[in-house]
């Protein structure tokens, strides 16, 4: 298993990673929850992040400036309406429509008393998701929700899929993104196990493509790393590939996050620093609480920023509950060096400009 070849990050390296930044660590504030509460420099103006004029982020209920989230978490890929077992560690889609919201909204409760405050749910119609149900989770909690859009894998997808166009399926995911309020198109991806793409995965990415050039809505992609009975037949570089169809109909890859790159197997980072050099968010979107693969992740985060690319990181857990998991990795960041004004970067402005984007006239 790759796993037994990571190895816990040193001193070394975190003492060189603070000082590539020019921070020191004595100096680095400790928050008591680890997570979310923005350092006294940040939160008196330290940093300060633009956006273009008239940029928003799409709720399910609402268009927000993108400093209604700047004193607080964003969670980029999770699943309100999915069931998830914390035995097994399995997101099982589609949800039952009929379940209960009520274990949903009480780790809700829990993660906002921890300071998130907007939780994008990346789910859409062919993985069986409710967006009533988000409705009803953001109306209960006042949790901001941003709800998405888009085709999932070949196997989720509609039967007509198949015999409609690139251009017919663009238009309508943005007759179906006016309807619904969503706020990104995600998780998008092709199936574990392969090589390469399905034809029809390829040209559902390029219409989700066409219809970001319409309506500017952030992209999250999903990748199959490790998953399946084929895993190993999945290429490393697949995710530089999603990246490539997206950009073969014109969308810049700062607009898209590539996801699961935490579940790409090894410790060598230059997949995902390709992607952001290329100017994409790293989606480190599988964080559950697993202690060798959150050692792992320590790891690859800290070469990840030594490497420069704080600005492109997203943190996430990709499922429905116990939230909190995120805020225990972030803590074991700070133990391994990464100062609050990085986390603050991570978990608060990085979802905030991967979010916001300006609507058409
Ligand atoms: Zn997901």
Do not use: W
Request: with cysteine.
């Amino acid at each position: 298993m790759e796993d037994s070849t990571f190895s816990r990050p040193n001193r070394r390296r975190a003492v060189q990673l603070i000082g590539a930044i020019g921070v020191s660590l004595l100096a680095a504030g400790r928050s008591s929850t680890g997570f979310f509460t923005p350092s006294r420099r940040v939160a008196s103006g330290g940093q300060q992040v633009s956006f273009p004029e008239g940029a928003v982020i799409r709720t399910i209920f609402s268009d927000l400036p993108p400093d209604a989230l700047a004193h607080g978490t964003t969670l980029f890929h999770e699943h309100l309406d999915g069931v998830y077992s914390r035995e097994t560690r399995q997101l099982q889609l589609p949800p039952p429509s009929s379940a209960s919201i009520d274990p949903v909204v009480s780790d809700i409760e829990e993660a906002m008393e921890n300071g998130v405050v907007c939780i994008v749910d990346g789910g859409h119609p062919d993985m069986g998701v409710n967006y009533e149900h988000l409705r009803e989770i953001s109306a209960q909690t006042d949790l901001h929700v941003v709800a998405s859009g888009g085709y999932y894998l070949r196997n989720t997808y509609p039967a007509e899929i198949s015999t409609m166009t690139e251009d017919q399926i663009a238009s309508r995911l943005v007759a179906e993104a006016n309807a619904g309020r969503f706020g990104a198109y995600g998780e998008i991806g092709n199936m574990a196990g392969r090589a390469d793409f399905f034809a029809d995965e390829i040209k559902v990415f390029r219409a989700v493509g066409k219809a970001h050039l319409q309506n500017n809505l952030p992209i999250f992609t999903h990748n199959s790393y490790g998953s399946g009975p084929n895993a190993d037949v999945v290429p490393r570089d697949i995710a530089l590939r999603q990246l490539d169809v997206y950009e073969s109909v014109g969308v810049e890859p700062r607009r898209i996050a590539v996801g699961h790159m935490d579940s790409l197997p090894g410790t060598n980072t230059d997949i995902i620093n390709a992607l952001a050099e290329r100017g994409a968010f790293v989606g480190f979107d599988r964080i559950r609480g697993d202690a060798t693969r959150d050692e792992a992740r320590v790891t690859l985060v800290l070469s990840f920023l030594e490497a420069g690319h704080v600005d492109r990181l997203l943190l996430s857990s990709d499922t429905r509950s116990d939230f909190l998991k995120v805020a225990r990795f972030t803590e074991q960041l700070q133990k391994a060096g990464v100062s609050d004004e990085m986390i603050h970067t991570i978990m608060v402005d990085n979802p905030r400009r991967f979010l916001a984007f300006v609507p058409p006239e």
